[in-house]
């Protein structure tokens, strides 16, 4: 089993190890922390994806990725996402271990210190800013992206829900910004968001390989030498208990199939211990293939080809999604709603209750067996007091009862409707 | 039994092959200190397989398109109910799929291995179809078939091969239509069963820290004999052309999206070689990789969105193409610029730094796909289905020499046989 060994490498830049030689491959992920805001949601996207396409060192997109071509292979991706109200920043550097190359080659340090590189030394002009042709490539790449949300309807229907229902909460805003905020972008705007994610955010690092970490330590050390660290953000996020009014809004599109998504609220987020309760009752309701939804809403009424749910932990919520025809819309709002109260009452065997555990535990440890996946399962816990490894969390829900899941249930309340709809019939 | 063992030298790692005296194909990939085991058995029927006749018939049978998806739907349900169910008991998740060249059953566990692996040869091998059960599934399969027709990026695919392919049934969409599956019968089912889901016709990977005997064993107990069957494919006359040179669609979107694809010369039936797919992915990261010159101008001239870009080798039984796509807001500049670059490495062919850079990228893309058992099971699968070796690949890769790239780009993207499919916002 794998421990996590985490130290502070400066006030709020931690680095976090996990010894692993099953793999093939090496992995560090450099993630910064910020509290969600409109204001600066957009520049704050943009610094990934700026500082992963060249650097001082190889100015160019053409030349960095010769260089990662000749690391065999090596990639250093950009992504964006949200932790509770907050907006995660990550690089992700993957490479392939030293064990399976023809020749020693150090593989990890180099590609550690060019990840180094393309944080702490971006390419600037003159004037020390970043150029204002990267500064166009990068506001067209986002302004792109935010638009090609709506070309999987799925996801759009998904975030629509999100949009509405914590509209007054920073977990509302979409981790990219909107159109508006992405075109307002300048280059001045984004070189004062790259120094102020340096100073202010609260920076995770990790390494997840079979190598040496002190050399690679040392030199993330180094470099936030250089780098006057302020004041952390609180780690709080809003989690709203009870729902005033249902809300339902409707949207129509010219597309065949409905999608319908109900965002609930739980009542239970981090560091609550009931968290456990909330992701089997989930998993009951609408996260396996036994589960209630999918045999009642898909297996028995045929209503759709999918019906299933997703908890947020860090959040509390619960959005339930599916597709459907426009005129089964009502029915399988309906049948949704009547799972949930069938749990509520208690309607479920022991049998059903036991391999719906089962299944949750068996997930959990298969993350294991993931490089990516792990690393994605401890940056989740990055405000947790504790860091439960998989193990942990499989004991956790081994000690859910019957009880701990019907007041799970009975704590859940619907908060938001959304439906996107055809035009046409 | 008498297993043979395959070794890799490089990755210093070994599999277990054996062939069951039912003509099952069995391999074994045991991974140690991984929780994770996974198995999956398929057979080579797809969608395109929509005409055959077993070797003692004497006409092809004609079967709608969706058949073998359908079939897929259906074969979850037994006499003893359904298999999500039986999993359900050993927590296992279950899942399986349908493409253009096979089917494939599979389930991925962390406990309980023994007994899930009896579930999935259990079901596979007891087709139970009744005149309710097929109807049933009917509105579930509809509701997935427009689904698909919502999403722009299975459509540009779709118009892409309609447009290479003047009569090879890759052309046709692997679900069928709302249409064609309304005359699906449990009759058709059966009648695909008995040909395709014969043992000789089937393959079976198993990954994960197991004991190879022990999984043998567990084979071997619950294989239910029957008499091999050949089947024969039939597959009409493809000529080396296109069809046509551009297909455009409207959608309600908001980005428009593209594929070009270079079709390539494959004799009826046939499957390109491990040695043909090396090259095939040296060629094209020297053309199209973050480091050449068709990405830079690609990024520079802004005609993609850059986490869009990507490429693909859609290649089955008597088919093969390249295929590069993105979204685009000008994807008619982007599609010129990609055939531009093409035609200039055509040309001057690719350097002797640009084959090493090429060749190393590969090498390490390649070794990741080692690290799961999901992508070393499908990679098992599909190599074992085309008749090709897995470890094969990487030492093919590591003796790759620069004196053939060129050949093999003479080969490769042909301009004359290349079509465009766009997808664009109705409101554009």
Redesign the interface.
């Known amino acids: 089993m794998p421990s996590i060994t985490r130290t502070e490498i400066c006030k709020g830049v931690n680095f976090s190890y996990i010894p692993e030689n099953?793999?093939?491959?090496e992995l560090i992920s450099f993630s910064m922390f910020i509290p969600l805001d409109k204001k600066h949601v957009s520049q704050n996207a943009v610094i990934p994806s700026l500082l992963t396409h060249s650097c001082k060192k190889y100015p160019?997109?053409?030349?960095l990725?010769?260089k990662?071509?000749?690391?065999?292979?090596?990639s250093i991706s950009p992504s964006v996402s949200k932790v509770g109200d907050f907006q995660a920043l990550t690089i992700t550097a993957?490479?392939?271990d030293d064990?399976?190359?023809?020749y020693k080659s150090a593989n990890i340090n180099n590609l550690s210190n060019l990840l180094c590189e393309l944080i702490f030394s971006p390419n600037l002009n003159k004037e020390g800013l970043f150029f204002d042709e990267d500064i166009e490539?990068e506001k067209?790449?986002i302004i792109?992206?935010i638009?090609?949300?709506?070309?999987?309807?799925k996801v759009y229907a998904r975030g629509k829900c999100v949009e509405i229902m914590c509209k007054n909460e920073k977990y509302g805003i979409n981790s990219l910004g909107t159109i508006e905020s992405a075109k307002n972008l300048s280059s001045k705007t984004i070189f004062d968001a790259w120094k102020n994610l340096l100073e202010n955010a609260h920076v995770e690092i990790m390494m997840i390989g079979n190598g040496e970490n002190n050399l690679i330590i040392n030199e993330f050390k180094k470099r936030f030498q250089n780098i006057k660290r302020g004041k952390n953000p609180p780690f709080k996020t809003e989690i709203i208990k009870k729902v005033n009014e249902i809300t339902q809004k409707q949207e129509s599109?010219?597309?065949?199939?409905c999608k319908l998504v109900m965002g609930f609220r739980t009542e239970t987020a981090k560091p609550d211990e009931k968290v456990s309760a909330v992701k089997v009752m989930n998993a009951l309701l609408g996260g396996?293939?036994?589960s209630k939804l999918f045999l009642n809403v898909?297996?028995k009424l045929?209503?759709?080809?999918y019906c299933s749910s997703r908890y947020n932990a860090n959040k509390g919520i619960i959005l339930i999604e599916s597709?459907?025809?426009p005129q089964n819309i009502e029915k399988a709002k309906k049948e949704i709603l009547e799972q949930i109260k069938d749990i509520q009452l208690g309607n479920f065997s022991d049998t059903q209750l036991e391999?719906t555990k089962?299944?949750l535990?068996?997930?959990t440890?298969?993350i294991?067996?993931?490089?990516e996946l792990m690393g994605t399962w401890y940056l989740l816990q990055t405000f947790d007091e504790t860091k439960k490894a998989p193990s942990e969390a499989i004991k956790e829900i081994e000690n859910v009862s019957r009880e701990d899941v019907i007041n799970a249930a009975l704590k859940i309340s619907l908060d938001t409707i959304y439906i996107l709809s055809g035009s046409k019939e | 039994m008498n297993p043979k063992k395959i070794t890799s030298e490089i990755l210093k790692e070994n599999y277990f092959y054996m062939k069951h005296p039912s003509g099952l194909d069995i391999y074994v990939y045991p991974k140690k200190d991984y929780n994770s085991k996974y198995a999956i058995i398929g057979s080579n029927f797809g969608s395109i397989n929509n005409k055959f006749k077993l070797k003692n018939e004497l006409s092809y049978t004609n079967i709608p398109d969706g058949t073998a998806h359908y079939l897929e739907h259906k074969l979850f349900e037994s006499k003893k109910g359904d298999a999500f169910e039986l999993f359900s008991k050993t927590g296992a998740s279950a899942n399986a799929y349908t493409s253009f060249e096979k089917t494939a059953y599979l389930f991925s566990c962390a406990d309980n291995f023994d007994k899930s692996l009896e579930i999935l040869l259990e079901f596979v091998q007891s087709p139970y179809f009744t005149e309710q059960g097929v109807l049933k599934e009917r509105g579930i399969i509809s509701q997935e078939i427009k689904m698909y027709s919502d999403s722009p990026d299975w459509k540009v695919l779709l118009n892409l091969l309609d447009a290479l392919y003047k009569n090879h049934p890759v052309k046709i969409d692997i679900a069928g239509s709302v249409e064609s599956i309304s005359k699906i019968t449990p009759e058709t089912l059966y009648e695909c069963y008995n040909a395709f889901y014969n043992l000789s016709n089937m393959c079976l990977c198993v990954v994960g820290d197991v004991d190879y005997m022990k999984v043998f064993e567990i084979v071997d107990k619950n294989l239910k004999f029957s008499p091999a069957v050949e089947v024969e494919r039939f597959f009409p006359d493809e000529p080396h052309e296109i069809s046509k040179k551009e297909v455009t669609e409207r959608l309600d979107m908001e980005t428009s999206m593209f594929n070009i694809g270079f079709k390539e010369n494959i004799s009826k039936g046939e499957r390109v070689s491990v040695k043909d797919l090396v090259y095939h992915d040296l060629i094209i990261s020297a053309i199209s990789s973050k480091s050449s010159n068709m990405y830079d101008e690609l990024i520079k001239s802004q005609s993609i969105n850059e986490v869009s870009f990507s490429n693909e080798y859609l290649e089955g039984p008597g088919y093969a193409s390249v295929i590069f796509s993105g979204e685009s807001q000008n994807p008619k500049k982007a599609c010129e610029i990609i055939k531009k670059h093409i035609e200039k490495a055509h040309k001057n062919g690719i350097d002797k730094k640009t084959f090493e850079r090429a060749k190393k990228y590969a090498y390490g893309q390649s070794l990741a796909v080692f690290n799961g058992v999901s992508s070393i099971a499908n990679l098992q699968l599909d190599f074992a289905l085309a008749g090709k070796e897995i470890f094969e690949y990487l030492e093919t890769l590591k003796n790759a020499d620069f004196s053939e790239i060129n050949a093999h780009l003479g080969k490769k993207l042909n301009i004359d046989n290349s079509a465009v499919s766009i997808v664009k916002p109705k409101n554009e």
């Open positions: 099953k793999f093939k491959n160019s997109i053409k030349l990725n010769q990662l071509e000749e690391l065999y292979g090596a993957f490479c392939a064990r399976f190359l023809p490539r067209t790449q792109e992206e638009k090609s949300e709506k070309n999987d309807k599109m010219d597309v065949t199939q396996t293939p036994q898909r297996e045929s209503l759709c080809y597709a459907v025809e391999e089962l299944y535990k068996q997930n440890k298969k294991q067996d993931d490089i």
